[in-house]
């Protein structure tokens, strides 16, 4: 994720960050100029239909009757779009609350010195970083911690890992149970706190699995393809050779706002733009860490 400050206009204006849509586009712009230039060109100097009474003058209608139509579109493929990114973020950040709690109920209820409190001190955040690449569609183990009854190596790769590890902190809390350490309302309030990771999972898996309907997204590519291919047409009789120009910032804005709807609708990514979920976990695995 980017951070950046937003009362510095210099940085946004002049400068060319990765997340900028630019570096995306600039090839099809610098097609989209060329065909804007031979369209002009053949209109003005080859057939010369400037001047002259003709059909091609009047698609310039049809572009003022569309631009309000794409536009509704793109707002609402951005809005949606943009729900899906921020739901994303409550959720990590439930997911953050959550892990706190859990270590603070552990903190009060297991007395100093007992091992169990270092064994949740590893498995709290692990169940985090689990999540992270299971989001990513990574089944990496690399970052997961040893404790003194959890070897992340005796994890089923080819499972469901965030819900092997919530199903081993679960066990553990039972164990608690049987041995006397907690009583019967302790077991309900921290088995409470663990099923809120999972709820966290489920969540965040509907997001990442279900994206905007092929037929909406592939329409609205087609539309603003159709719209920017057919606009030298007939502004080129208004405009002239600005039409090159012209074609290509619309262009730029249209396809801009696509791009950007496409990276945060999955927000659990690597985009520039997509949450800082190595930022998130590693500050779960400290807060635990101060706590327990």
Excluded at 57 to 86: C, E, K, P, Q
Excluded at 124 to 138: D, M, Q, S
Excluded at 203 to 226: G, L
Excluded at 231 to 254: A, R, T
């Amino acid at each position: 994720m980017v951070n950046y400050n937003p009362k510095d206009w210099f940085t946004f204006i002049f400068r060319v960050h990765k997340a900028d849509t630019v570096q995306k586009l600039w090839r099809l712009m610098v097609c989209l100029a060329v065909y804007a230039a031979v369209v002009a060109y053949f209109e003005l100097e080859y057939w010369k239909l400037s001047g002259t009474k003709n059909g091609l003058s009047n698609i310039s209608m049809m572009h003022g009757l569309l631009g309000f139509v794409i536009s509704l579109l793109l707002v609402f493929r951005t809005n949606t779009a943009y729900d899906r990114w921020w739901e994303g973020r409550k959720l990590w950040g439930s997911l953050v609350n959550d892990s706190r709690n859990l270590a603070l109920k552990i903190q009060a209820i297991l007395p100093p010195g007992v091992a169990i409190r270092d064994y949740f001190r590893i498995m709290i955040p692990n169940y985090a970083y689990a999540l992270k690449n299971h989001l990513r569609n990574n089944q990496s183990i690399e970052e997961l911690q040893h404790t003194h009854n959890f070897d992340p190596a005796t994890l089923k790769i080819d499972q469901h890992i965030p819900n092997q590890i919530a199903g081993h902190m679960l066990q553990e809390v039972q164990a608690l149970y049987r041995q006397g350490l907690i009583s019967g309302d302790q077991l309900i309030t921290i088995n409470q706190e663990l099923s809120t990771f999972t709820n966290v999972c489920g969540a965040c898996e509907r997001i990442r699995n279900t994206p905007i309907p092929f037929s909406y997204s592939a329409f609205i590519k087609k539309f603003i393809f159709f719209y920017v291919m057919t606009l030298p047409f007939g502004y080129v009789f208004s405009v002239g050779y600005f039409i090159i120009p012209m074609s290509v910032f619309i262009f730029y804005v249209l396809a801009s706002l696509e791009l950007i709807a496409e990276e945060i609708e999955d927000p659990f990514g690597k985009d520039a733009n997509d949450l800082p979920l190595d930022t998130m976990s590693a500050n779960i695995r400290k807060h635990v860490a101060e706590i327990l």
